[in-house]
């Protein structure tokens, strides 16, 4: 399915992946706690195992499918640091000192084409609004971004809105902070499930933003997001469907 480019009215950012990335890597920072701990953990086997629990470890089923909260995000958290360093003599020092260490601005980084594109987006007037599976630390994450200013509220949050992505209900809570029907609403993200196809389920078009290079065959995509302004103003130029 091909989106609707005239009839978009406003767009929906997805954050990790999408407008900032962790930096230095996850691992790494993973890499780093255990070392604190005197614990040696090789940066790939940290990083096959953080895709491998954090992919599988997406929901506390206890209130349902997708529900989440404050309390329920740093359980997940606490048990995905368990499972990457099972090793570590102090795990509830190495959960804390990275649960910190994801809190702060500097410890995220900001693609080089967020700024240019929300500067763009802005000057032809189209709402955005910023919207993630985290929790309550994106808001100082983001505030401490030039880039975001005067640009995080509103802000969605998982935890806040109490389900996660792709959950309908966040979607829906997508488009009523930007006062839009789905139907006139672009999400714009990096994960096929949340950012794509959980939109269009909800009645909203989806975009995939490919920075690397996955290529998916069946999904309309973005390469980075210089070229969204060309797709939301000439009908689908640009954009491989
Ligand atoms: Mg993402």
Redesign the pocket.
Known sequence: MSIRWNQIQGIVF?????LIEPSPSVALAYVQAAARQGVVVETHVVKERFHHYFRNDEVDDLNGPMATDEVLERRRWRRIVGNVLPDLPNPDRGFEELWDHFSHPQSWRVFSDVAPALDMLEAAGFPMLIA??FDRRLRAVLAGHPEFEGRVEPLLISSEVGFRKPHPNFYEAACDALSLSPSCVLYV???PE??VRGPRRAGLSGLLLDRDSRRPDDLPFLPDLHVLLDNLLISGVGVQA
């Open positions: 997805d954050a990790v992946g999408t993630s599976n993200g990096d994960d949340n950012d």
